[in-house]
């Protein structure tokens, strides 16, 4: 389990395919502390800490994980945001996030104003029930509110704080993002489809 509050930036080193799956080698600040079989989120995806060596540590994406997010486009240089797991008794700063990207977004519209940034995205139809105003999205691991969203589009202001410290901060207009939506509003879905 995560919060959304990202701890660094890692650099992807190499970007290896092997089989159906892709190794990852990421280079971070804290690549250091982290331990093999250890869940460490990657632009929101939660993925197992296979080698460690220095400051760079590895991570396998298997197929599943390529077709649903957007991982396999990853490049050496490229940079994501990580997040450790929770741990019992941490502060809960974002919201609860799963690290299991439902579905991928893109980015429409970058809208700069004075002391924020308004980001707006498109997302498949099929998930408009999953969204509500105020309530909380993660894009790319990052926890966010929700303003005013609609039947395809949502949009989500951005402090300069998270712009500078995320991968959020190097968006353009036209790319992909992982999107996992609130975990309350997934559970609260099935439910309402199952005895509807």
Known sequence: MFTGIIETCGRIVSAEKKGG???????????????????????GVCLTVTKVNGNIHHV???????????????????????????????????????????????CEQIIKREGSVLLEFSFPP??????????????????????NPGEKRFRVTVIPY??????????????????EFDILAKYFTRYMEVYK
């Not at 408009?128 to 303003?147: A, E, H, P, Q």
Request: glycine share 8%.
């Open 21 to 43: 799956n892709l190794n990852l080698a990421i280079e971070s600040e804290i690549s250091h502390e982290l331990k093999v079989d250890q869940s460490v989120a990657h632009d």
């Open 60 to 106: 396998d994406v298997v197929e599943e994980t390529l077709q649903r997010t957007r991982l396999s486009k990853l490049r050496p240089d490229d940079l994501v945001n990580i997040e450790r797991s929770l741990r019992a008794g941490d502060r809960l700063d974002g919201h609860i996030v799963q690290g299991h990207v439902d579905t991928l977004g893109r």
């Open 126 to 147: 099929d998930y408009r029930t999953m969204l509500v105003d105020k309530g909380s999205i993660t894009i790319n691991g990052v926890s966010l509110t929700l303003i």
């Open 162 to 179: 998270t712009m500078k410290h995320t991968t959020l901060g190097r968006l353009r207009e036209g790319e992909e993002v992982n999107l």
